[in-house]
């Protein structure tokens, strides 16, 4: 078996220079080299009669080998192939691919009476599936292809489907004759076959959803698998005879509800088709599904970039793309729609408190407790739902993951058109709901869209986003004068602001500034809706209207307006009637407390890093635990990786990365919580540190999965050579193989030192330019410890976020309230089966008559925003909004305007009488409208002192509000939850 030749090698069309050719013939002797040694080490193994002892170094020895002379230089392949090289001498791969298949096959591990110690292990089993898995990626045929290559691709696709199918086959049957064996004597083996078993059976679901995209496209049409896996994904749909922009496929599918266009099975079943109906059939499962998904659009973003025809991916294209309008809408509408009739169910099904409460007292030790929050479903456990079982989730974290491994350059357009489809689907469907559907729109606004910028806003741009259409809707919440809808828009408009387009934010603040300033101000009796809109107004809508020409002064003069109306007011009832206006006077320690006894306070955040969250839940199999407590925990982590437990999970890995990945995470998990300790230690010292040197170092101190496994492969260097020195005297094919020996075992050992060579080990493909860039750093002979191992995978598609871009949170808290009032609110309301008493209650309660009262000034800085009035009988500290946030805008003290008697015209005809319940009318009102203006002033007064506190130590774009707007759990129960 001689070395191939080399035809050509594409780069973005272009052909490559010399000494690039030079390093991929090497690279292709090498590996015919290589797979003449793996083959000759394989026959000379003598299995069936191998000890354990054997079995188990045989394992490890072939594992090795193929790590360092076959995965490694897949693995630079695969990035290659990410900036659009191609390879047409396929020889090699080939040779390689039916190699593999046939070690695999020749496996007798999954018989049931095949001991386990003459199996296959389950990481060399990994090794070899990842090398399928990665030769299936080079070799992807693509329209520069002849249609000999399309053939072979696509029986080598064939034969791997029959592999796997087989052993899924013989996974399940055997399974459950294990289930069904008594005897105990047999227990302690049928329990650790079963337990081989399921780690076999996990490794193969890795593989079938790639498996499946691959298949889907590139098997014959007569065979009909398109056809099958689309029936499996959606019944209903039919199909006719179109060009596609895939040459060899000729039909084109789409949904219906005639019965006589149907597809049915029955048409072209045969024993082929039968037989792919169970690889297909995973696809229900979610990871599967998004598995199959990753790689479906990976497949079609390529052949787009490298056909010859201008073709753009847009709704009116999607017909040549096959099966995309069923993938789509069902990924989009069906996801969505699902993912919210799930949730409406949960929250139904939540019991009745009235059942729970009937009998408790408030001398009851959980009185307290069972009112303060519902004590069934908490926020925490309603945010960990959505992120851990949402499918509309999963799909924005594939997409977000394929976006991050695509070549963005060359498939700029063509990936930001794709995600430009899912969400104006997406999009489509949210138009579909009321303004009034809250709980909906809750989970749409504040945690899925929320999610999706997340997990985008490491990407250059968010332009696929259609804020025109986000945006209406959110002020369509607005109009409906809903308590719960406008607090639900009002929070997202404060969350997203930096990442709305700027054109989009001018327009918002015109409308909100215009059209709902009344409405959001004085309109309504609830605090919370206030305090919301003055967060918004302060921390986002000033900062950002500052360098702007046309709205620079619009908040001022809104604010400046109200103070005036204030003065003119209180001249009004002051002209009238002499008396004491204290009642005016609001208390500025309550300014922003609503509900009784709620208060959003600034805390600083503490990231939900990753690695922490996947070491807690390998290391305590038994720990119940909420991954996901709020939205901000998932600002810049990804829930798919997590609940996989640190595993990639759209593409098999050699198990190596796995325990990698745990190692690392433990490592990082210790440091995370030593660095915790002594930064306790030296908050004093630290106390002016720069927030960036801060960041950078904790960049510097965090460790890597690429450190981690470089520090293994050093290792493996190291007793290679030692081992090389001992048997100097002995065969090449002897030492190729015989260096694993003095491995450490992965799962045994963690990691004493790191490589110096972190990035060169898990270079993304976006920062690869010639090939020979990195492979000319992989020297196979030498320095074995520098190797170039890490996929981009490796690197879970990029890190969704460089650093983290929520510094600080708004993070409900309680305070303490007039208790007596509120437990006879909480005792008459539990009367009624309802939790939900008076420390939740929605409106303001009664203010004391103790509370009423003008404070004192007590210093300076205590009274600079109030002014004093004097009047005949009048004594009145009214309060002064601090303009100073304004900047240029600040002006001085308005002057007390001069105000003429009332006009009587219109109750001139109702006598005395009248006329004096005319005055005392008009008097009530004014009184009012000051003290909503006054409670107004206080509010935008201590949101600006919350912001210069806040702004001294960082931007106001770095805070986001963690708060839970959520349907109760009872009819009877109010019609809130914070």
Known sequence: MGPAVHNQLYECGLKTMYQDKFLLDKHETQLFQSLNKFISFINNANQPNSTREQNTKFCKSSSNFLRLKLLTVLRQWSNCSQSSCTLESRDVLIQWWVTLLNFLNSDTSLHIDT?????????????????VSRIATILIILPIHPWRDMEIYSHHLLLTIHCITNKLVLISKNTKKLNRTDGDDKFSINDKKLQYFSKYSSLLRAFIGKLNAYAFFYLPEEFHFDTILLLTVSPQISSNIQACLFSWKKRQYKFTDDQEKTIHTEAFEDKDTKFFKIIVSYIKNDFVLMSFYWHYWYIVLHFVNFS????????????????????????????????????????????????????????????????????????????????????????????????????????????????????????????????????????????????????????????????????????????????????????????????????????????????????????NEFPLIRILFVKLLVFKIIPFVQDSASLRLLPHERVKELYEELLMDKEKLTGEQKQNLNCMVVDRNN??????????????????????????????????????????????????????????AYDVLDEMASKAAFLLAEKNTRLNSKNSHNEGDQDNEDNDEDSGTRRKKTRESSSSLSATLNSWFSKFSTGSEEAQKRKEQESELDNDFEYGEDMVDSSEDVPKRSSSNIEKLFRHGNNSGSIASFNSSVKLDKKRG???????????????????????????????????????????????????????????????????????????????????????????????????????????????????????????????????????????RLKTRMRKICVFIETFNASVKEYYEFSNRLEHDSIFIDYEVRKPSSNHSINIKV
């Open 115 to 131: 001991a386990l110690e003459s199996s296959l292990s389950i990481e060399l089993t990994s090794v070899c599936l990842e090398c």
């Open 308 to 523: 010859d025809s201008n073709f753009e991916i847009t709704k009116s294209t999607l017909a040549s793309i096959p099966g995309s309008e069923i993938l789509l809408t069902h990924v989009t509408t069906r996801f969505l729609n699902s993912d919210l009739n799930k949730f409406m169910r949960i929250i139904k099904q939540t019991p009745n408190p009235k059942n729970v409460n009937d009998n408790v007292a408030e001398s009851h030790p959980n009185f307290r407790a069972l009112n303060s929050n519902n004590a069934f479903i908490t926020s925490e456990r309603i945010n960990d739902y959505v992120f851990s079982n949402f499918k509309t989730i999963k799909l924005w974290e594939c997409l977000r993951s394929l976006s991050g491994c695509i070549f963005i350059e060359a498939h700029s357009g063509s990936l930001e058109n794709m995600l430009s489809l899912h969400e104006s689907l997406l999009m489509d469907y949210v138009s579909t709901i009321s303004a009034y559907d809250y709980v909906a729109a809750n989970v749409i606004y504040n945690k899925v869209f929320q999610f999706i910028i997340f997990q985008f806003e490491s990407l250059p741009t968010l332009k696929f986003i259609q804020w025109n259409s986000w945006h209406n809707g959110l002020l369509s919440m607005l109009r409906t004068k809903n308590f719960n809808c406008q607090t639900v828009s009002l929070l997202c408009l404060f969350n997203i602001w930096k990442h709305v387009a700027l054109e989009e934010r001018d327009i918002i603040v015109k409308t909100l500034l215009n059209e709902f300033w009344s409405s959001l101000t004085f309109d």
């Open 591 to 648: 300014a922003l407390v609503f509900n009784g006894n709620s208060r959003l306070i600034m805390v600083p955040r503490k990231p939900n890093v990753e690695d922490q969250l996947v070491y807690k839940i390998n290391h305590d199999k038994n720990l119940t635990m909420e991954k996901f407590p709020s939205v901000s925990s998932v600002a810049n982590t990804r829930p798919n990786i997590i609940l996989k437990n640190g595993k990639y």
């Open 786 to 924: 520098n190797i170039l191992i890490g996929p981009p995978e490796l690197r879970f598609s990029n890190d969704i976020k460089e650093q983290n871009s929520i510094t600080t949170i708004f993070k409900l808290a309680f305070i303490q309230t007039n208790r007596k009032v509120v437990e006879k609110i909480d005792m008459a309301n539990m009367k009624w089966g309802t939790i939900h008493g008076g420390s939740k209650y929605m409106k303001p309660l009664p203010v004391p008559k103790e509370l009423i009262f003008v404070n004192p000034a007590n210093n300076d800085n205590e009274t600079r925003n109030f002014i004093t009035l004097d009047a005949k009988d009048l004594d009145i500290e009214l309060p002064v909004p601090d303009f100073s946030i304004f900047g240029k805008c600040v002006e001085v003290r308005c002057e007390v305007p001069t105000v003429g008697n009332p006009i009587l015209e219109d109750v001139k005809d109702i006598g005395e009488n009248g006329i004096s319940t005319w005055k005392q009318n008009q008097s009530m």
